[in-house]
């Protein structure tokens, strides 16, 4: 299974921008899928997560501004930011879980998100 994340890029604070994932081959049935982000000299955190339901959840410095939706038919997530903040500044890297009761989780390559102040 491939991940391919897309739509990251520079952007001014108080923007927008969308980023996108894409899993191909190999798939029956993904799991749950979301975002984690890495900011420069921090720590790798859990942006957003939603389940095969729909189901979501969201890190508290990005509720109200993010939002993540997912496309079953085409195996993509997609996260929405509005509202950007410079310390939103991180690679985004895109996850899927191989199914809904697998523990085995696949990654993204990452996506660069540049908020300019």
């Known amino acids: 299974v491939q991940l391919q994340a897309s739509g990251g890029g520079l952007v001014q604070a108080g923007g927008s921008l969308r980023v996108s994932c894409a899993a191909s081959?190999?798939?029956?049935?993904?799991?749950?899928m979301g975002w984690y982000r890495q900011g420069p000299g921090k720590r790798r955190e859990l942006v957003a997560g939603?389940?095969?339901?729909?189901?979501?959840n969201y890190a508290d410095s990005v509720k109200g501004r993010f939002t993540i939706s997912r496309d079953n038919a085409k195996n993509t997530v997609h996260l929405q930011m509005n509202s950007l903040k410079p310390e939103d500044t991180a690679v985004y890297y895109c996850?899927?879980?191989?199914?809904?009761?697998?523990?085995?989780?696949?990654w993204g390559q990452g996506t660069l998100v540049t908020v300019s102040s």
């Open positions: 939603i389940t095969s339901g729909g189901s979501t």
């Open positions: 081959g190999g798939i029956f049935s993904i799991g749950d």
């Open positions: 996850y899927a879980y191989a199914s809904s009761w697998s523990k085995v989780v696949y």
